[in-house]
Structure formats: C-alpha cells, structure tokens
C-alpha cells in the first residue's frame, strides 16, 4: 500500500483541471468532488468541498437559518456575565477583547453578579465591563496595526446593558424585564440571517425572561420563530432552572457546560481552561510576563486571584471563556456541531435534545476536561500573540499562518466522501504565513469527534502533502481530520482546518 502516496500525485488521463468542482458518480453512487480521479475506482481522491459552515440551526428537523456560505461573517456574540463575582470573568472579558475582532459583539450583559449565595446583596455591576472596554480603547489603535475588524470601544460600550440582580424562576415573567433581556429580543429580532449565540457566564434569568417574553407576546408559531435564531452555550447551570428553561422553551439549540450529576462541579468540560493538561501555562508568573506586565492598560486589569479550588495557581482560571472559545472561527470547529470539538470543548447529544459533556482521550487520561486542555498550548500561544499586538508593532509581533486546506483558505470544516479502502489525498498546498515565517504541518485523526472507532493510517502525517487510507470496515462512518500549520515566530501560532470524511 505506501506505493499509493506516489500513484496520488501521478496525474491521470482522468485528471480533471485543478480547481474545478463537480460530483463525479463512480461504483455504487459514489459522491466525489474531483481533483485527482483514479481509474477504477480504487481511489476516489476525494478532494474535499466545504460544508454550509455555521448555516443551519434549529434542532429535530426544525428549518435552518441561511447558509453563512464560505468566509462567513462574524459570529454574532451575546455575552451574559455575573462580573463582580468571582474575577474570572474580568479575565475571561479581558482575552475575548483581544479577539474582538474575530465576532460582531451584540451586547455585554451584566447579569446578577457571583454565583447564588456568594455575595451579600443582589447586584448587577456593568460598570466593570465598561472598565475593561474603555481600557480596551486605550489599546486598540495598536491593535488595528495587527488585524482588521476591531470595533470601536464606543460602540462596544453601546452594547452594554444591565440585566436582573435577582435570579431564578420567580424573576421570570410579567413585570421581569430588563434592559439586558429587552436587548436579548431586539438583537435577534434584527434582520439578519446569521444566528446569535448567547454565551452564558453566569446565571440565565435574563434569557429566560426574553424567551418568556417573546412566548407571551407572539406565541407558540413566534417563540419557535425566535428561538431557532439562537445558539446558547450555558457554563453550568448557574441559576439553576436549566430543566424549566427546557421544558418550557423548547427546541432550543443548547449547551450545557456542566458535570453529570453527582460528580464533582470541577469534572466539567469547561475547567479544562485551567485544569489538567499542561498547568504551567496557567501560572502566576505565566500570566505576568505574557498578560499582566509590560502589555498596556488591558493586560493591567487581569485579576491575578480567582476562586474555587484546587486550582493550582488561583491565577488564570477563566471559567467562562469556553464559551465564547466555541463560537471563535479557529477553522476547527463548526458552532452547528458540538460534537466535533475545538477550543470551546467537545459535546453529546442528549435524548433531551440538547448538548452536554462529552469526554476525549488525550495519551493516557479520558476526561472531559480533556477536550478543552488539549488545545491550551494554541490558545495560550495565540492569547499572549494577541497581548503583545496591544503593545508592539507589526514587524515585532505574531501572526497566525493561513492554513490552506486541498486549495481552500477559507476557516470552513471541509467535506471529502470516500468508499472503503479507498484513500483521500490531503494538501497544505499554498498555506502560508503573513509574517514569513517557515511552516510545519500536522495532520491527525480526532477520533472523537468521528463515528469510525477504528484506526485510521495517515501517510506522513507531518509533511503539507498527506494522504488518508478509508479503512474496509468504515462503511456507514465518518472519519475527523485536523490540519494544523504551525509557524516559527514567537510565541509559534497554530491554524487549523477540519476534514469530515464520509464514507458512504
Ligand atoms: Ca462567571
Ligand atoms: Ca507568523
């Protein structure tokens, strides 16, 4: 079989010019988008086309919003915050302003402040995220030298809002709007085809109240009409009326961060921000060099003491971060699909019809948090690239390559369909890096995130030309592939791509 890299890139009389797109019926109706087309069937070379990326929502069958299409636009943010609780929050609004560009920002929400019972009175504090977007401000001429898209710190503090500082059920209902949940229904009200999601950092009272809202004003017919506009990402439960919110809102697309009952709250997807996996780049002093010191006046208000333990250093915890990581184009994940991991961790189905924790095996340990710590040395490294774009020119600091998947540059999940013991040829062909720098690849399996159980062999999986072999007994399954292409600046940024293979 190791003849067959070569029989790839020899071209065949069946070649079709590069860059075409067209479905190819082979055998048994295989579905092929053709590049490089094997006689015989043997070998599809399955050049793979993107997915509708970020395109349908809605959940059992209810009708999807508008594909996004390739280079979609930003993700529409919604950010609910208990600020003025634990200071992970600050944290977790400090590392999102530095990727402020990467969303359309629709609103910072301060919502009842700490988890239930932790602080002495009921209060909403938006004062201190306006702290940290006018601290923003101060910076952001230095970081529109390093990439487009920036918002200006003025409309970002139009979009804050305050919500309930009381919470639970009895909140919810007749004479329980806020300004917070007023601005939730007229975000997703505007006409745009693009779904909002609502990352919830803290308690959910203010959702619940719009989704109440929109149910009493509009009905059964005008709740689902809204609700399909949503795509909610809920870090654990916080108000706890997660059952009600899905008994009586239903049809919801719905994330909940949360251990299973009866675990301990620390197993959750979302504290592998901060625990397993490689703990020093959570340390104090990790977050002093790179965040905290010599990074201007956005770096300067990182809290250097968080709660809960154990956590190994109090310093970074960022609980909340997940959350939005999910939503942030990083060209490995697709917000339609938590089952397929990224930053923002990975998830199951429920018969529910919702999302909760789902666990990935990384070397040894199988945990949920797993899924999120995999990926904290590139999203560390990417963090500390983002601080110094707050200080250093252009030419002084990093930016991430443009990884280039079988002739896309786009951020899309790509799609190949490919028969049992066929093979699907996978370049990095034409990847490339806005400073320079020298790039190296990684091609892998994420098992997890696929249906194929099995070993899958990737032929130099660490050269920009790879190629994957469909095993015989993959029939029915879908295999995941990850690219990464890494630089050689400092700190050393990572892109991805994503390949679903679907093997028919
Ligand atoms: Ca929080
Ligand atoms: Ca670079």
């Known amino acids: 079989m190791l003849d067959l890299p070569y029989r790839f890139h020899r071209r065949s009389p069946f070649v079709i010019a590069e860059g075409w797109h067209m479905r190819v019926a082979a055998g048994a109706g295989i579905l092929a988008i053709g590049v490089l087309l094997w006689p015989g069937a043997r070998c599809v070379g399955a050049l793979a086309r993107p997915l509708p990326a970020g395109g349908e929502t809605g959940m059992d069958g209810a009708p999807g919003l508008a594909s996004t299409g390739p280079a979609a636009a930003r993700p529409r943010l919604i950010v609910l915050t208990d600020i003025g609780g634990d200071p992970d929050d600050q944290q977790s609004l400090i590392r999102l302003m530095a990727f402020a560009n990467e969303f359309e920002i629709e609103g910072l929400i301060a919502s009842a402040s700490g988890t239930p019972g932790e602080l002495r009175r009921a209060i909403t504090q938006p004062q201190l995220i306006r702290e940290i977007v006018e601290a923003y401000g101060k910076v952001l001429p230095n970081l529109r030298q390093h990439a487009e898209g920036y918002p200006s710190a003025e409309d970002l503090l139009a979009r804050v809002k305050s919500g309930n500082p009381q919470r639970g059920w009895d909140h919810v209902g007749d004479g329980h709007d806020t300004e917070g949940s007023r601005w939730i229904v007229q975000v997703a009200d505007r006409p745009d085809p693009h779904p909002v999601s609502v990352t919830i950092w803290g308690g959910q ?7 109440w809202r ?12 809204f609700a399909r506009r949503l795509r909610i990402y809920d870090i654990g439960d916080q108000d706890r009326i997660v059952e009600r919110i899905w008994k009586e809102f239903p049809g919801l697309f719905y994330i909940l961060g949360q251990a299973a009952r009866g675990k301990d709250r620390r197993e959750a997807v979302y504290r592998g921000m901060y625990l397993g996996g490689d703990e020093s780049l959570t340390s104090r002093e990790w977050v002093n060099t790179h965040v905290r010191e010599g990074h201007g006046p956005l770096g300067a208000l990182y809290p250097m003491k968080t709660w809960t333990a154990p956590n190994p250093h109090s310093t970074l915890k960022e609980g909340d971060t997940p959350s939005w990581f999910y939503f942030l184009p990083t060209g490995l994940g697709d917000p339609a699909h938590p089952e397929w991991g990224g930053w923002g961790g990975r998830f199951q189905s429920t018969p529910e019809g919702v999302y909760r924790d789902a666990q990935d095996t990384v070397g040894t340990v199988t945990h949920a948090r797993a899924s999120v710590w995999r990926w904290r040395p590139h999203f560390q490294s990417h963090f ?6 707050c200080m250093k020119s252009r030419a002084e600091a990093n930016h991430a390559p443009i990884a280039v998947c079988n002739g896309d540059a786009t951020r899309n999940a790509l799609e190949a369909v ?12 034409g990847s490339s890096d806005p400073d320079g720098h020298k790039l190296s690849y990684r091609w892998w399996v994420y ?12 032929v130099t999986p660490d050269a920009a030309e790879s190629a994957l072999a469909v095993p015989g007994d993959a029939a029915g399954k879908e295999i995941h592939v990850i690219l990464e292409v890494t630089d050689d600046g400092a700190p050393p940024l990572t892109s991805y791509r994503r390949v679903v293979v679907k093997v028919p």
């Open 205 to 211: 009272t203010d959702l619940a109240q719009a989704l």
């Open 214 to 225: 929109v149910k009493a004003d509009r009905g059964e017919a005008g709740y689902r009409d």
């Open 384 to 389: 500390q690239a983002r601080m110094d774009w």
């Open 418 to 429: 490919a028969a049992p013991g066929s093979w699907v040829k996978l370049t990095a062909a």
């Open 447 to 458: 098992k997890e995130a696929g249906t194929y159980r099995g070993e899958v062999k990737l």
